[in-house]
């Protein structure tokens, strides 16, 4: 297949097959999580436990996803390809992905295997971190710098439309039975895999003596971190909020349909937001993103759910959803991009399972509460981003006893 860049300088036959991996990805996590209480269950444990292990799952993964980053660069150093990294883990995570419901199915559940299956659960979550950092990377080689938000848009776009049908796809994923389900599930990232190693270039020579003198950029990790951290407790909020205000305003408890076109309207708003990123810059339409929701927030908890307000929701959320990949691969040097991205998702996987013990009960959180810790949360995110800007103009940031 051709490698020809577009007049966009975008390898666009790459980044769309990248986009089929993201795909796959959410659509295994969807899965995953529907069918999650039920496989516990049949297997003799509590359904409770379907949170415990999603949280375990959480701050193992902001371990392991920049340390899986970390180690594809040393790959890329020294074998001259992160893609070892990327197939090896693709290959492990649908095998083990179709060994859940099987493990159900055909072990008996006596005392000495009911153990199994929260093993290869944690495994399967496990492999599903050895290749998401590595293969997002693969986005600095399919796209110069400038136009990075609009390709990275085409990734996001994938991943959006797809868990935008989270809401409404329950009853007809349980329909159709875990074996073939997750079966399904399976084959597509093996597919993808396949597609993306067929289509990935042959990736430039790295002069191992010029890369080890890049020392770690421990500043802008922790901005990084910081940003992910911040993003993912605004977005826990933010749809918290925005659905109990949906559904006192209608009073109804069933939104799931209007909850999905909102999903649908994010994803969409990807390819916009990817053109402004290209315009105006990508950390500036992420501060832009930031400045739209903040305010969505608090005037929602008072005047209600109105159609500005969800413009408002709909452009900021995907700014900076959008911005997170493009601001992690700019910020760090090109030796440590696998870092810098899954220090990102570090960072959300950090902030993820910190909510979920800190808010055992989130039910019990009020609007009002949602609203104003979204806003500092984003916020947060907004001077992370800022600063990151000072630290990219200035090399470094001093402390006070220097």
């Known amino acids: 297949m051709t490698t020809s860049k577009s007049h966009f300088n975008i390898l666009w036959v790459q980044v769309w097959v990248l986009a089929v991996v993201q795909g796959a990805i959410t659509l295994t996590w969807l899965i995953y999580n529907i069918y999650l209480p039920q496989l516990l269950t049949q297997f003799g444990f509590p359904a409770s436990l379907a949170v415990a292990l999603v949280l375990f799952e959480n701050a193992l993964g902001a371990v392991l996803e920049p340390l899986m980053g970390g180690l594809s660069d040393q790959a890329r150093r020294w074998v001259g390809t992160r893609f070892p990294f990327i197939s090896v883990g693709m290959i492990l995570a649908s095998a083990l ?13 006596t005392t000495v295997m009911r153990s199994l299956l929260p093993i290869v659960l944690v495994a399967w979550a496990l492999a599903m971190t050895i290749f998401r950092s590595p293969a997002m990377c693969l986005l600095g080689m399919y796209s110069t710098p400038a136009q990075l938000p609009l390709a990275v848009s085409v990734v996001t776009l994938a991943g959006g439309m797809i868990g935008a049908f989270k809401p409404i796809s329950y009853k007809f994923i349980l329909s159709l039975g875990p074996v073939y389900t997750f079966a399904i599930g399976s084959f597509v990232m093996l597919g993808a895999a396949a597609v993306l190693r067929l289509v990935n270039p042959p990736e430039a020579v790295v002069d191992r003596h010029q890369a080890e003198v890049v020392k770690l950029p421990l500043q802008k990790l922790a901005l990084i971190l910081g940003t992910g951290f911040g993003v993912a407790w605004g977005i826990r909020f933010l749809m918290d909020v925005l659905g109990k205000v949906l559904k006192t305003q209608l009073n109804t408890d069933n939104i799931d349909v209007l909850m999905v076109g909102i999903g649908l309207a994010i994803a969409i708003a990807s390819i916009p937001a990817g053109i402004f990123a290209v315009k105006i810059g990508n950390r500036q339409a992420m501060l832009c993103g930031i400045g739209a929701i903040v305010p969505s927030l608090l005037i929602m908890i008072s005047v209600g759910v109105q159609i500005p307000i969800i413009v408002l929701i709909v452009a900021g959320f995907s700014l900076i959803v959008n911005g997170a990949i493009p601001f992690a691969l700019g910020l760090v040097p090109q030796q440590w991009a696998g870092l810098g991205i ?16 800190i808010f055992t009960q989130p039910q019990a959180i009020t609007p009002f509460i949602g609203a104003i810790g979204g806003a500092l949360a984003f916020l947060f995110a907004g001077v992370c981003i800022t600063v990151s800007g000072f630290l990219e103009t200035y090399g470094r940031l001093r402390l006070p006893e220097e």
Request: net charge neutral; proline share 10%; glycine share 14%.
């Open 342 to 357: 899954g220090t990102y998702f570090g960072g959300f996987a950090l902030a993820m399972s910190l909510f979920g013990v």
């Open 97 to 109: 992905f179709i060994a859940i419901p099987c493990v159900v199915s055909l072990i008996p559940p």
